[in-house]
């Protein structure tokens, strides 16, 4: 909305992922707080973010808020930002593991977003559960094929699902745990709007997904709940202002605004149901909003947020040549690993191929490695093509997935299974 008497002031450029409904709000709510200022509204998804802002004038912008922390840090090595100059009294650096600002204060957290299961009370009822509390109760056999799991490799937010698992159970452990669950749950290729939509349908009985995706859709009266789990984490939106800003008074302000009180009520809003980051707004919440800060006091979101870009590529990169791209025969050979133990046999030999990554947890923290999946989330959305030095890595990948399964499927037809 443009307000009478702003019609000749420089804009502020916000670059955001957010969606216009939302930033609407935020924009007629900021030109009454700031009728001196106006802004101008870009949008651009994690992944086209990144290399808009890394072009050398950094694209006319002057802030960057989105959910997108990698990208965040990303631009700090190259210089892309300035400090952020206002006051940040009341906002804490940090929750649990997760930091909430960079420590020249070049950026900042304006809320928060918590991961864990979307839950259908009615069919979890059915099958005779109580809503899981943690990862391993996702292996709950009543939950075989009843389980909406998001892509890792489609869905931007899902690597950080892989690697709070990953960081609580180890890296072998834990990705045994990623391949039976895997090989019983629904792949979703959409990201949590559909995951919520398997599970407020009855397709499924749980789904993993963020916390704001369920509670847009219990505002919108779906039979749905959610379960922050033991081993949670999260995933803060920041913002920043960028080192080429030409209004940088403008920028500061709405940055001041989004972080005050007011806005991070408005954040709080029931039509937008985020996390504020400035504890001091719960108090003035419904008794039921879930509170970080609190759980955080209790020992919860131990899980931190220092897991680089490069990190996150690879696990996701990892789980989609391993157990995505074969999610069908894998599927079936937990099938069939489960009825053979149903029927006493002990298929040890069997889970050790099915859940042995083709990665040890040494070779991933290669710098050689992790330089190349820094090359290509530079580029953004465009691909890389199949016969680069990363996609040879790639398709050895699969075809030591591929050896685990044939493996696998020998033993289970020399046991009759």
Request: proline content about 7%.
């Amino acid at each position: 909305m443009l307000w009478a008497g702003v019609a000749c002031a420089e804009p502020v450029v916000v670059l955001t992922s957010y969606p216009e409904a939302m930033m609407t709000r935020f924009e007629d709510a900021f030109s009454r707080a700031h009728p001196e200022h106006r802004l101008q509204l870009v949008w651009r998804q994690g992944f086209d973010a990144l290399p808009f802002l890394l072009q050398p004038d950094q694209g006319g912008v002057d802030v960057y808020w989105a959910p997108s922390p990698g990208n965040f840090a990303r631009l700090a090595q190259a210089a892309g930002w300035q400090p952020l100059g206002i006051d940040l009294q009341g906002l804490p650096a940090w929750i649990g593991g997760t930091a909430l600002r960079d420590q020249q204060q070049r950026y900042q957290a304006t809320e928060l977003a918590g991961y864990g299961f979307a839950t259908n009370p009615a069919q979890l009822q059915a099958l005779g559960l109580q809503p899981p509390r943690d990862w391993p109760d996702l292996l709950d056999p009543r939950l075989r094929g009843r389980i909406a799991l998001p892509d890792p490799g489609r869905v931007g937010f899902a690597p950080v699902l892989l690697d709070i698992v990953l960081d609580a159970y180890g890296w072998e452990r834990g990705w045994a745990l990623w391949s039976e669950l895997a090989g019983q749950s629904r792949l979703v290729s959409r990201g949590g709007t559909l995951v919520t939509d398997e599970v407020a349908s009855g397709r499924s009985a749980v789904g993993l997904s963020i916390d704001f995706f369920v509670a847009s859709a219990i505002a919108n009266g779906e039979p749905v709940g959610f379960v922050y789990p033991r081993h949670g984490g999260l995933n803060p939106a920041l913002v920043a202002i960028t080192t080429k800003a030409r209004h940088v008074q403008g920028a500061r302000a709405f940055v001041a605004f989004v972080l005050s009180e007011d806005g991070q009520k408005l954040l709080a809003d029931p039509d937008i149901r985020k996390l504020p980051a400035r504890p001091s707004v719960y108090a003035r919440l419904p008794p039921d909003y879930h509170n970080p800060f609190a759980e955080a006091r209790q020992g919860a979101y131990r899980y931190g947020n220092d897991a680089s870009r490069e990190r996150l590529g690879l696990v996701s990169s990892l789980f989609s040549q391993w157990l995505g791209q074969s999610h069908e025969r894998q599927s079936a050979l937990w099938a069939r690993v489960h009825a053979g133990e149903a029927a006493g046999q002990n298929l040890a030999a069997v889970r050790e191929r099915l859940t042995r990554p083709p990665l040890d947890a040494t070779q991933a923290t290669s710098p050689e490695l992790l330089a190349l999946f820094a090359q290509r989330q530079d580029q953004g959305a465009q691909v890389s093509p199949a016969n680069d030095t990363l996609g040879r890595r790639e398709i050895d990948w699969q075809f030591q997935a591929a050896l685990h399964f044939t493996e696998a499927e020998r033993l289970l037809d020399g046991m009759g299974l």
